[in-house]
Nanobody, 115 residues
Framework: QVQLVESGGGLVQPGGSLRLSCAAS????????MGWHRQVPGKQRELVAV???????NYAASVKGRFTISRDNAKNTVHLQMNNLKPEDTAVYYC?????????WGQGTQVTVSS
């Protein structure tokens, strides 16, 4: 049973930083595709930053240069360092992993950027 535990969301002022973390357990693939998506009410969930199954990284154009994804393969943990946050980054952020049984999602963590 794959489980994802997210942490690190919260309220931050514009220009501030936050670091999200996600720990996966029960994963079969040694280095699974893993990363972060986000969603705001009334809109589709969108990719923020992910590691592909071959180790490449993909970033949304809107976060390039501000967000950095990193991982610890030994611990099946992925982090998202978010710098220079903007009000439009406000969303629920979901951790994601693609394993043998399919796609798995965390519960989500709220990120609010507001003065």
């Amino acid at each position: 049973q794959v489980q994802l535990v997210e942490s690190g969301g919260g309220l931050v002022q514009p220009g501030g930083s936050l670091r999200l973390s996600c720990a996966a357990s029960g994963v079969i693939f040694r280095v699974p595709a893993m990363g972060w998506h986000r969603q705001v009410p009334g809109k589709q969930r969108e990719l923020v930053a992910v590691f592909t199954s071959v180790g490449d990284t993909n970033y949304a154009a809107s976060v390039k240069g501000r967000f950095t994804i990193s991982r610890d393969n030994a611990k099946n943990t992925v982090h998202l360092q978010m710098n220079n946050l903007k009000p439009e980054d406000t969303a629920v952020y979901y951790c994601y992993v693609r394993d043998l049984g399919g796609d798995y999602w965390g519960q989500g963590t709220q990120v609010t950027v507001s003065s």
